[in-house]
Nanobody, 127 residues
Framework: QVQLVESGGGLVPAGGSLRLSCVVS????????MGWFRQAPGKEREFVAT????????YSAASVKGRFTISRDNAKNTVDLQMNSLKPEDTAVYYC????????????????????WGQGTQVTVSS
């Protein structure tokens, strides 16, 4: 059973930074592609960033490119999202997601492409 637990959310002023972390249970973490998604009130869940199992490939949404960075530590079974220059429109519940890929390094930006999800962590950016 794969379990994901996010942490690091909170309230931050516009222009500030936060670092989200997701710890994943299981012994084959490096075989999982990881993603971060977010959902604002009244909106659909949207893709933020993804990283392959070896951390060799990453991809971010245009709305966060240059501000957010996804990374992972396969020795610690963690994936992080460093968020800089935060804007009020970044306010949302942020979700960590995992999908088993084996040696496949393809990246997926749709929520349907991920089997396992965390419970989410709230990020609020004040103006």
């Amino acid at each position: 059973q794969v379990q994901l637990v996010e942490s690091g959310g909170g309230l931050v002023p516009a222009g500030g930074s936060l670092r989200l972390s997701c710890v994943v249970s299981g012994r084959t973490f490096s075989s999982y592609a990881m993603g971060w998604f977010r959902q604002a009130p009244g909106k659909e869940r949207e893709f933020v960033a993804t990283i392959d199992g070896s951390a060799g490939n990453t991809y971010s949404a245009a709305s966060v490119k240059g501000r957010f960075t996804i990374s992972r530590d396969n020795a610690k079974n963690t994936v992080d999202l460093q968020m800089n220059s935060l804007k009020p429109e970044d306010t949302a519940v942020y979700y960590c997601a995992a999908d088993y890929r084996g040696r496949n390094r393809a990246l997926t930006t749709t929520s349907s492409g991920y089997e396992h999800w965390g419970q989410g962590t709230q990020v609020t950016v004040s103006s």
